[in-house]
């Protein structure tokens, strides 16, 4: 009797063991990619950029590129600074 009553229950819980195994797919399929698209949706700052033909606010060409020949320079030359702090340094 023993046997056959293990037998049985363990058919009988077969099918409910399997079930609980099942992963959700109807939720998962539903929010695929939501998560990329959501994130990368937030990181664009003004979607409809490429409905705006208005010229940008900003530097003018002249200014922007003499902005940036000066912070190239900045790494080319270091800026000498006479005015050292210096602890235990024989002078």
């Known amino acids: 009797m ?8 363990g058919t009988a819980l077969l099918p409910l063991t399997l079930a609980a195994c099942m992963a959700p797919t ?3 399929d539903r929010n695929l990619g939501k998560s990329a698209t959501d994130m ?3 990181q ?3 979607p409809g950029a490429d409905r705006n033909m208005a010229a ?10 003499a902005g940036y ?9 270091p800026e000498k600074n006479a005015n050292t702090f210096l ?3 024989g002078r």
Do not use: E, T
């Not at 020949?69 to 030359?77: A, I, R």
């Open 69 to 77: 020949d000066q912070y190239v320079k900045s790494f080319k030359v």
């Open 87 to 89: 602890i235990g340094v």
């Open 44 to 46: 664009i700052m003004n």
């Open 26 to 28: 109807p939720y998962v």
């Open 56 to 65: 940008p606010l900003g530097l003018d060409g002249a200014a922007a590129k």
């Open 2 to 9: 023993n046997q056959h009553f293990l037998r049985a229950a």
């Open 40 to 42: 990368r949706n937030a």
